[in-house]
């Protein structure tokens, strides 16, 4: 298996709604990153799992909130969220940090759209 | 600090022809590794062709290479033989230090023409 899931592959809330992005490998990687990407723009690095600790957080507003509950799962959860935070969020990983210099493997990503 | 600049927006290319895009970087690291992510309207980034700084010899895979000038911190990626398959938006990218952080150009968007 040489994929990164995501699901759902699109979302649209509220901005009084609770809902979370779920992405998995069975890679055995254990880096996990979370990536925000607005149209026609690069992505963003929003946070970093390494061994399913927290290693980066990118400034990112509290109302996003990430979760590792385990080597194979990242979860991103959404409350009270904006509409400027409708984009692209996609999921990557990695063989573990030290080597990522052999490239990231990326999902396909969920379109959200905030309402 | 890292940076990565593409300056071409968008490019276009004839089917079965050869297209280069660019890409500038700076870092301060002296290890660091460059790469180039394609990703088509699918939306799923993919890695086309990733080089080491240390290493002096262009990488290829396949009909992509790279034009590596590291004293002008300079990485093309040529696609040769270009196919409709390859349109899609190209993004550079630099890791360096503790490998932690990729950092993104803004992007080249490829049209094949038939």
């Known amino acids: 298996d040489t994929e990164v899931t995501q699901t759902p592959k699109h979302l649209v809330m509220g901005m009084t709604n609770k809902k979370s992005l779920k992405c998995e490998q069975h890679m055995g990687h254990r880096a996990m990153y979370w990536y925000k990407q607005k149209a026609k723009k690069p992505p963003e690095l929003m946070f970093v799992?390494?061994?399913?600790?927290?290693?980066i957080n990118e400034s990112v507003p509290s109302r996003f909130s990430p979760e590792c509950p385990n080597s194979s799962l990242l979860n991103l959860h959404l409350h009270a969220l904006q509409p400027e935070d409708s984009a692209l969020y996609l999921c990557?990983?990695?063989?573990?940090?030290?080597?990522?210099?052999?490239?990231?493997?990326f999902g396909s990503g969920t379109r959200l759209t905030v309402v | 600090a890292q940076t990565v600049t593409q300056s071409q927006p968008e490019m276009s290319v004839q089917e079965a022809e050869t297209v280069t895009l660019s890409c500038t970087y700076d870092t301060s690291e002296s290890d660091y590794y460059l790469f180039w992510y394609k990703q088509p309207p699918s939306r799923q980034m993919i890695l086309v062709i990733r080089q080491e700084a240390y290493k002096q010899q262009n990488a290829t895979e396949n009909r992509f290479s790279v034009n590596f000038q590291k004293a002008a911190k300079s990485f093309s990626l040529k696609i040769s033989d270009s196919q409709l398959g390859d349109a899609a938006m190209y993004f550079c990218a630099s890791l360096s230090g503790g490998y932690q952080k990729v950092t993104f150009g803004t992007g080249t968007k490829l049209q094949v023409i038939p």
């Open positions: 799992y390494s061994y399913e600790k927290l290693s």
């Open positions: 990557a990983s990695s063989q573990d940090l030290y080597r990522a210099n052999y490239g990231y493997t």
